[in-house]
């Protein structure tokens, strides 16, 4: 299984990107997916998840109300929508499957699968 993140790269504050997570199989097979983001001289931390269905989101309260992730699961895809980004929010981002959702919210760092990580920058 390969995750895929694309959609990285440089925005002055206050920007938007958008960050794309294609999987080398069928996203069904998980019911919990997520991304996470590691800045320099940090540990990784979670941004966000979301259920098999879509219907169920979790938040880090550091992004609520500006990320916002969702799934394709007809395109094997999760994204996240990054608005009004700060300078803080500069880091690798990775995306994370898992068979478990309740493991994603958790933020373990014993994912099933982890994708590569794509780098956003947040310039002020």
């Known amino acids: 299984v390969q995750l895929q993140a694309s959609g990285g790269g440089l925005v002055q504050a206050g920007g938007s990107l958008s960050l794309s997570c294609a999987a080398s199989?069928?996203?069904?097979?998980?019911?919990?997916m997520g991304w996470f983001r590691q800045a320099p001289g940090k540990e990784r931390e979670f941004v966000a998840a979301?259920?098999?269905?879509?219907?169920?989101?979790y938040y880090a309260d550091s992004v609520k109300g500006r990320f916002t992730i969702s799934r394709d699961n007809a395109k094997n895809t999760v994204y996240l929508q990054m608005n009004s980004l700060k300078p803080e929010d500069t880091a690798v981002y990775y995306c994370?499957?898992?068979?478990?959702?309740?493991?994603?919210?958790?933020?373990?760092?014993?994912?099933?699968?982890w994708g590569k990580g794509t780098q956003v920058t947040v310039s002020s």
């Open positions: 199989v069928r996203t069904f097979s998980f019911n919990g």
């Open positions: 979301i259920s098999l269905s879509g219907s169920n989101t």
């Open positions: 994370a499957a898992d068979r478990l959702y309740s493991q994603v919210v958790s933020g373990a760092s014993s994912m099933d699968y």
